[in-house]
């Protein structure tokens, strides 16, 4: 693609503005050639649909990111119930066993899905579910991971664990976080292993997630993926 340099390195939003105005300039003036201009975040994004319909030869496509936060509350959904006689939220002004997060990741071209619920996001919880992601496959292999722009995820610690392991990441552009494919697994995790629930501890959550992801897995016949050892891996 061609572009102008001086659109290309300023940030998404400026570059569209500019790109704009010289694409109307040029439409005036009929003295500029047709020149096509794209930003940034287009080659980005090109850059990851093209991880998701072809896997680099010698690499594995794997998207990553947090699903939370996950409360002691009751949860909206869909269930049985006696006509007339709908179930009713019980009341939740106190809360205190706070929240935790599904680190979860998702193998493109393996189509397997698995993850881990923490109690939280930081660094040092990433490193941990990334260590164990590196298990799962041989050192030689690359990994592309393809991850939003959220500030842990760009932490230098993270980024020198991910040079020493052989893993590239690949951040999405900024407000696109809808391209990395994970999402759209969230939905049905949710409504299958999280909504119209009320838990009573955090523990009778973590386990039914577990067994969702293990059916899951085995119903789309990916239990042998490289992925699929995620949980068994200490």
């Not at 699903?67 to 509350?73: I, N, S, Y």
């Amino acid at each position: 693609a061609v572009g102008d340099p001086a659109v290309a390195h300023q940030p998404a939003g400026e570059a569209v503005q500019q790109a704009k105005f010289l694409c109307q300039r040029q439409a005036i003036n009929h003295t500029w050639g047709a020149t096509l201009f794209v930003t940034r975040s287009t080659c980005v994004k090109n850059a990851v649909l093209d991880l998701y319909e072809r896997c680099p030869e010698g690499g594995a496509v794997v998207c990553f990111d947090e699903c939370g936060p996950l409360e002691l509350r009751p949860l909206a959904g869909r269930g049985w119930a006696p006509i007339g006689h709908p179930q009713r939220f019980r009341a939740t002004y106190r809360r205190l066993h706070g929240t935790e997060q599904l680190l979860a990741f998702y193998d493109i071209h393996a189509d397997c899905l698995v993850g881990q619920v923490r109690k939280r996001k930081t660094v040092d919880d990433l490193l941990t579910v990334f260590a164990r992601l590196r298990s799962c496959y041989l050192l030689a292999l690359r990994l592309y991971v393809v991850m939003d722009n959220l500030n842990t995820h760009k932490n230098v610690r993270l980024k020198a664990f991910m040079a020493e392991h052989n893993i590239q990441p690949v951040y999405t552009p900024t407000y696109a976080s809808w391209l990395n494919a994970i999402e759209c697994h969230f939905t049905p995790l949710k409504s299958f292993a999280i909504g119209a629930t009320d838990d009573p501890s955090h523990d009778y959550r973590r386990r039914r997630i577990a067994r969702y992801l293990t059916w899951r897995n085995r119903s789309k016949g990916t239990s042998n993926a490289p992925l699929a050892k995620f949980p068994r891996i200490k």
